[in-house]
Protein backbone atom coordinates (compact mmCIF):
# COMPACT_ATOMS: atom_id res chain seq x y z
CA UNK A 1 0.00 0.00 0.00
CA UNK A 2 1.24 3.64 -0.37
CA UNK A 3 2.96 5.32 2.31
CA UNK A 4 0.85 8.69 2.42
CA UNK A 5 2.39 10.00 5.74
CA UNK A 6 5.09 12.24 6.34
CA UNK A 7 5.87 11.49 10.36
CA UNK A 8 9.15 10.09 8.81
CA UNK A 9 10.28 13.51 7.60
CA UNK A 10 10.16 15.61 11.40
CA UNK A 11 11.53 19.20 10.97
CA UNK A 12 12.75 21.85 13.29
CA UNK A 13 11.68 24.10 11.16
CA UNK A 14 8.16 25.90 11.37
CA UNK A 15 5.28 24.09 9.57
CA UNK A 16 3.97 26.16 6.60
CA UNK A 17 1.65 23.93 4.96
CA UNK A 18 -0.37 20.78 6.96
CA UNK A 19 -2.72 18.55 4.71
CA UNK A 20 -4.51 15.96 6.19
CA UNK A 21 -7.06 13.87 4.60
CA UNK A 22 -7.15 15.90 1.38
CA UNK A 23 -9.62 14.16 -1.58
CA UNK A 24 -9.99 15.80 -5.02
CA UNK A 25 -12.71 14.34 -7.13
CA UNK A 26 -13.62 15.58 -10.68
CA UNK A 27 -17.53 15.30 -12.02
CA UNK A 28 -17.07 14.70 -15.44
CA UNK A 29 -20.76 13.40 -16.21
CA UNK A 30 -21.04 10.10 -15.17
CA UNK A 31 -16.89 9.24 -14.43
CA UNK A 32 -15.71 10.85 -11.50
CA UNK A 33 -11.68 10.91 -11.33
CA UNK A 34 -10.11 10.58 -8.27
CA UNK A 35 -7.28 12.96 -8.31
CA UNK A 36 -6.47 13.12 -4.97
CA UNK A 37 -7.47 10.04 -2.09
CA UNK A 38 -6.51 11.09 0.99
CA UNK A 39 -3.13 12.99 1.05
CA UNK A 40 -1.26 13.53 4.47
CA UNK A 41 1.57 16.14 3.87
CA UNK A 42 3.50 18.59 5.79
CA UNK A 43 5.76 21.60 4.10
CA UNK A 44 8.85 23.51 6.38
CA UNK A 45 9.73 27.30 6.61
CA UNK A 46 12.38 27.41 3.99
CA UNK A 47 12.97 24.37 2.49
CA UNK A 48 12.77 22.74 -1.57
CA UNK A 49 10.62 20.44 -2.31
CA UNK A 50 10.33 18.47 -5.51
CA UNK A 51 7.06 16.70 -6.42
CA UNK A 52 7.29 13.56 -8.99
CA UNK A 53 5.37 11.37 -10.42
CA UNK A 54 3.17 10.45 -13.73
CA UNK A 55 0.84 12.36 -15.35
CA UNK A 56 -2.26 12.04 -13.51
CA UNK A 57 -0.73 11.01 -10.06
CA UNK A 58 -2.03 14.46 -8.37
CA UNK A 59 1.19 16.69 -8.56
CA UNK A 60 -0.63 19.69 -9.83
CA UNK A 61 -3.65 19.16 -7.80
CA UNK A 62 -2.08 19.39 -5.19
CA UNK A 63 -0.40 22.44 -6.03
CA UNK A 64 -3.36 23.95 -7.09
CA UNK A 65 -5.09 23.33 -3.86
CA UNK A 66 -1.69 24.25 -1.23
CA UNK A 67 -1.77 27.58 -3.84
CA UNK A 68 -5.52 28.26 -3.23
CA UNK A 69 -6.52 27.69 -7.18
CA UNK A 70 -8.77 24.98 -6.66
CA UNK A 71 -10.45 23.43 -3.16
CA UNK A 72 -10.53 19.98 -1.61
CA UNK A 73 -12.77 17.81 -2.04
CA UNK A 74 -12.39 16.66 1.83
CA UNK A 75 -10.04 17.35 4.31
CA UNK A 76 -8.01 19.66 5.30
CA UNK A 77 -5.16 22.23 4.48
CA UNK A 78 -4.02 24.54 6.82
CA UNK A 79 -1.47 27.17 6.00
CA UNK A 80 0.58 28.25 8.79
CA UNK A 81 -2.17 26.81 11.46
CA UNK A 82 -4.99 28.74 9.39
CA UNK A 83 -7.30 26.54 7.49
CA UNK A 84 -7.85 27.21 4.06
CA UNK A 85 -10.83 24.49 3.10
CA UNK A 86 -13.71 26.11 2.46
CA UNK A 87 -12.42 29.75 2.45
CA UNK A 88 -14.62 31.89 0.83
CA UNK A 89 -13.49 33.84 -2.48
CA UNK A 90 -12.38 36.69 -0.99
CA UNK A 91 -10.05 35.08 1.38
CA UNK A 92 -8.76 32.76 -1.19
CA UNK A 93 -7.72 35.50 -3.42
CA UNK A 94 -6.05 38.02 -0.53
CA UNK A 95 -4.20 34.68 0.31
CA UNK A 96 -3.10 34.23 -3.26
CA UNK A 97 -2.18 37.90 -3.53
CA UNK A 98 -0.04 38.22 -0.15
CA UNK A 99 1.28 34.81 0.23
CA UNK A 100 1.99 32.42 -2.68
CA UNK A 101 4.07 33.38 -5.82
CA UNK A 102 2.94 30.75 -8.89
CA UNK A 103 5.38 30.14 -11.65
CA UNK A 104 4.14 27.82 -14.36
CA UNK A 105 5.46 26.34 -17.69
CA UNK A 106 4.70 29.29 -19.87
CA UNK A 107 5.20 32.71 -18.44
CA UNK A 108 1.83 34.19 -18.87
CA UNK A 109 4.27 38.01 -19.52
CA UNK A 110 2.02 40.63 -20.54
CA UNK A 111 3.74 41.47 -24.26
CA UNK A 112 2.95 44.99 -23.96
CA UNK A 113 4.79 45.51 -20.90
CA UNK A 114 8.69 45.71 -19.84
CA UNK A 115 10.56 43.42 -18.19
CA UNK A 116 10.26 45.80 -15.13
CA UNK A 117 6.83 46.54 -16.10
CA UNK A 118 5.21 43.16 -15.86
CA UNK A 119 6.95 42.71 -11.93
CA UNK A 120 5.78 45.82 -10.53
CA UNK A 121 1.93 44.90 -11.77
CA UNK A 122 2.79 42.21 -9.35
CA UNK A 123 4.41 44.35 -6.45
CA UNK A 124 1.65 47.63 -6.82
CA UNK A 125 -0.91 45.25 -5.14
CA UNK A 126 1.77 43.24 -2.61
CA UNK A 127 1.70 44.11 0.73
CA UNK A 128 5.36 44.38 1.19
CA UNK A 129 7.44 43.98 -1.65
CA UNK A 130 10.30 43.95 -3.32
CA UNK A 131 11.70 46.75 -5.63
CA UNK A 132 10.76 45.64 -8.98
CA UNK A 133 14.45 46.30 -10.38
CA UNK A 134 16.03 44.75 -7.36
CA UNK A 135 13.56 41.21 -8.19
CA UNK A 136 15.16 41.44 -11.57
CA UNK A 137 18.64 41.73 -10.51
CA UNK A 138 17.97 38.96 -8.01
CA UNK A 139 17.13 36.52 -11.32
CA UNK A 140 20.09 38.03 -12.98
CA UNK A 141 17.96 40.68 -15.22
CA UNK A 142 18.95 43.76 -13.78
CA UNK A 143 20.38 44.55 -17.53
CA UNK A 144 17.60 43.86 -19.01
CA UNK A 145 14.78 45.79 -17.30
CA UNK A 146 13.45 48.01 -20.35
CA UNK A 147 13.14 44.77 -22.69
CA UNK A 148 10.18 43.30 -23.93
CA UNK A 149 9.15 39.95 -23.45
CA UNK A 150 9.48 39.43 -27.02
CA UNK A 151 12.76 40.55 -27.00
CA UNK A 152 14.07 38.07 -24.34
CA UNK A 153 14.89 34.49 -25.10
CA UNK A 154 12.56 31.86 -23.07
CA UNK A 155 15.10 31.60 -20.59
CA UNK A 156 15.12 35.05 -19.73
CA UNK A 157 10.83 34.91 -19.88
CA UNK A 158 10.93 32.35 -17.34
CA UNK A 159 13.01 34.53 -15.27
CA UNK A 160 10.98 37.19 -15.75
CA UNK A 161 8.11 35.71 -14.47
CA UNK A 162 9.80 34.11 -11.30
CA UNK A 163 11.05 37.76 -10.35
CA UNK A 164 7.67 38.71 -10.95
CA UNK A 165 6.75 35.45 -8.27
CA UNK A 166 9.22 36.68 -5.46
CA UNK A 167 8.37 40.33 -5.77
CA UNK A 168 5.78 40.44 -3.77
CA UNK A 169 8.00 38.74 -0.78
CA UNK A 170 6.18 34.98 -0.94
CA UNK A 171 6.47 32.82 2.17
CA UNK A 172 5.28 29.98 -0.53
CA UNK A 173 6.63 29.64 -3.96
CA UNK A 174 4.90 26.56 -6.02
CA UNK A 175 6.24 26.11 -9.83
CA UNK A 176 4.38 23.70 -11.84
CA UNK A 177 7.17 22.55 -14.56
CA UNK A 178 9.19 25.50 -14.21
CA UNK A 179 11.25 24.12 -17.01
CA UNK A 180 9.37 21.93 -19.08
CA UNK A 181 9.43 24.51 -22.00
CA UNK A 182 13.09 24.82 -21.87
CA UNK A 183 15.96 22.84 -22.85
CA UNK A 184 18.18 21.55 -21.02
CA UNK A 185 21.07 24.25 -20.57
CA UNK A 186 18.66 26.98 -20.16
CA UNK A 187 16.64 25.09 -17.71
CA UNK A 188 19.36 24.76 -15.80
CA UNK A 189 19.76 28.52 -15.34
CA UNK A 190 16.12 28.77 -14.29
CA UNK A 191 17.30 26.54 -11.51
CA UNK A 192 20.13 27.94 -10.66
CA UNK A 193 17.63 31.21 -10.06
CA UNK A 194 15.09 28.63 -8.09
CA UNK A 195 17.91 27.42 -6.04
CA UNK A 196 18.97 31.16 -5.31
CA UNK A 197 15.41 32.60 -4.16
CA UNK A 198 14.92 29.26 -2.25
CA UNK A 199 18.60 29.73 0.04
CA UNK A 200 18.76 33.95 -0.06
CA UNK A 201 14.86 34.58 0.49
CA UNK A 202 14.24 31.56 2.81
CA UNK A 203 10.82 30.65 0.74
CA UNK A 204 9.99 27.75 1.05
CA UNK A 205 9.39 25.98 -2.58
CA UNK A 206 7.68 23.59 -4.38
CA UNK A 207 8.72 22.60 -7.16
CA UNK A 208 7.00 19.97 -9.90
CA UNK A 209 8.28 18.24 -12.67
CA UNK A 210 8.90 15.07 -14.83
CA UNK A 211 12.51 15.02 -14.58
CA UNK A 212 13.55 12.91 -11.85
CA UNK A 213 17.57 14.58 -11.83
CA UNK A 214 16.33 17.55 -10.79
CA UNK A 215 14.71 15.69 -7.47
CA UNK A 216 18.82 16.25 -6.46
CA UNK A 217 18.88 19.93 -5.64
CA UNK A 218 15.51 19.15 -3.29
CA UNK A 219 15.87 18.71 0.44
CA UNK A 220 13.09 16.19 0.16
CA UNK A 221 11.21 14.35 -2.55
CA UNK A 222 7.65 13.32 -2.49
CA UNK A 223 6.95 10.53 -5.21
CA UNK A 224 3.05 10.77 -5.97
CA UNK A 225 1.58 7.93 -7.57
CA UNK A 226 -2.69 7.39 -8.43
CA UNK A 227 -3.28 10.30 -5.91
CA UNK A 228 -1.66 9.22 -2.74
CA UNK A 229 2.37 9.63 -1.30
CA UNK A 230 4.34 6.35 -2.28
CA UNK A 231 7.14 7.79 -0.23
CA UNK A 232 9.62 10.13 0.84
CA UNK A 233 13.36 11.02 0.35
CA UNK A 234 15.46 13.16 2.16
CA UNK A 235 18.68 13.94 0.16
CA UNK A 236 21.54 14.05 2.60
CA UNK A 237 23.53 16.30 0.08
CA UNK A 238 21.47 19.02 -2.31
CA UNK A 239 23.25 18.69 -5.50
CA UNK A 240 23.39 22.58 -7.43
CA UNK A 241 21.95 23.13 -10.53
CA UNK A 242 24.94 22.73 -12.30
CA UNK A 243 25.59 19.14 -11.06
CA UNK A 244 21.88 18.24 -12.65
CA UNK A 245 21.97 16.15 -15.98
CA UNK A 246 19.34 15.22 -18.11
Wanted: charged share 20%; with cysteine; aromatic share 6%.
Amino acid sequence: MPDNSMSNTISPEPVVFRARGVTKVYDMGEVKVHALRGLDMELYAGEMVVLLGPSGSGKSTLLNILGGLDTATSGHVSYHGRDITGAPDKELTEYRRFHVGFVFQFYNLIPSLTALENVAVVTEIALEPMDPAEALRLVGLGNRLDHFPAQLSGGEQQRVAIARAVAKNPDVLLCDEPTGALDSATGIVVLEVLERVNRELGTATVLITHNADIAGMADRVIYLSDGLISRVHRNERKKSPHELRW
